[in-house]
């Protein structure tokens, strides 16, 4: 795995075990994010009771979150066990991600103050 092909830039080379560790938390904190989801919208559930299509998205939503956190816990955990010498070539996979902020943390990197919202970005209105 840390052998390199030729002609490759090493600087976009990265640990295994640092990339499984950035999906890992990623998966993290998107499962917290689904739980708030739930919780915020707890309240008007109640309204909606007798909506059966509703309980399904919310039985949904809190399945999404228990298999996030799954996720994190599998990827974190095998980030673990490997060889801290072993290293992938993450640029093209990183290229591959619109939303700049998850690809900065992917990266491990901090995100940059004023960075513009680039094209595919998520726009909260």
């Given at each position: 795995?840390?052998?390199?092909?030729?002609?490759?830039?090493?600087?976009?080379?990265?640990?295994?075990?640092?990339?499984?560790?950035?999906?890992?938390?990623?998966?993290?904190?998107?499962?917290?994010?689904?739980?708030?989801?739930?919780?915020?919208?707890?309240?008007?559930?109640?309204?909606?009771?007798?909506?059966?299509?509703?309980?399904?998205?919310?039985?949904?939503?809190?399945?999404?979150?228990?298999?996030?956190?799954?996720?994190?816990?599998?990827?974190?955990?095998?980030?673990k066990m490997?060889?801290?010498?072993?290293?992938?070539?993450?640029h093209h996979?990183?290229?591959?991600?619109?939303?700049?902020?998850?690809?900065?943390?992917?990266?491990?990197?901090?995100?940059?103050?004023?960075?513009?919202?680039?094209?595919?970005?998520?726009?909260?209105?």
């Open positions: 795995m840390s052998e390199r092909r030729s002609g490759e830039d090493e600087r976009h080379h990265a640990p295994l075990h640092s990339i499984l560790e950035a999906l890992g938390e990623e998966f993290c904190e998107l499962g917290r994010f689904t739980e708030e989801f739930q919780s915020t919208l707890s309240p008007a559930l109640l309204q909606v009771a007798n909506n059966a299509q509703c309980h399904r998205d919310v039985q949904s939503l809190d399945l999404l979150s228990q298999r996030l956190t799954a996720l994190s816990k599998y990827v974190l955990t095998i980030g490997l060889p801290s010498d072993w290293q992938v070539n993450s996979a990183l290229s591959n991600i619109t939303l700049s902020d998850l690809q900065y943390r992917l990266k491990g990197a901090p995100l940059p103050d004023g960075l513009e919202h680039e094209s595919g970005e998520l726009e909260m209105f």
